[in-house]
């Protein structure tokens, strides 16, 4: 069965940085594209960044453009997103998510099948 795991979320004051990780089981990323989606309190749920690995296409939302960085290590099926001078209007829950791979990705949540729990990011003004 198909699993991802978040983790690496936290508290952490304005301008700092975070590196979140995920995590997968039951398929290798070869085969899968990998979103990082966020849903902050009150909001729906939005694309943060995705890629196609290993090597491939990568794309940002304009609010990560320029401060966070999606990455891969096939070898150890884990996708990192690593995030820099993060603002308060980063609060929110992220999520990774898989789908079956193409040759490019694209932010649209209704293509991906499996999604991680979820885990906490709060950015203090």
């Known amino acids: 069965e198909a699993q991802l795991v978040e983790s690496g979320g936290g508290l952490v004051q304005a301008g700092g940085s975070l590196r979140l990780s995920c995590a997968a089981s039951g398929f290798t990323f070869d085969d899968f594209v990998i979103g990082w989606f966020r849903q902050a309190p009150g909001k729906e749920r939005e694309g943060v960044s995705c890629?196609?690995?290993?090597?491939?296409?990568?794309a940002y939302a304009h609010s990560a453009q320029g401060r966070f960085t999606i990455s891969s290590d096939n070898a150890k099926n884990t996708v990192y997103l690593q995030m820099n001078s993060l603002k308060p209007e980063d609060t929110a829950v992220y999520y990774c998510?898989?789908?079956?791979?193409?040759?490019?990705?694209?932010?649209?949540?209704?293509?991906?099948?499996?999604w991680g729990q979820g885990t906490q990011v709060t950015v203090s003004s």
């Open positions: 998510a898989a789908r079956p791979r193409r040759s490019y990705c694209r932010m649209d949540q209704s293509e991906y099948a499996y």
């Open positions: 890629i196609v690995t290993p090597g491939g296409m990568i």
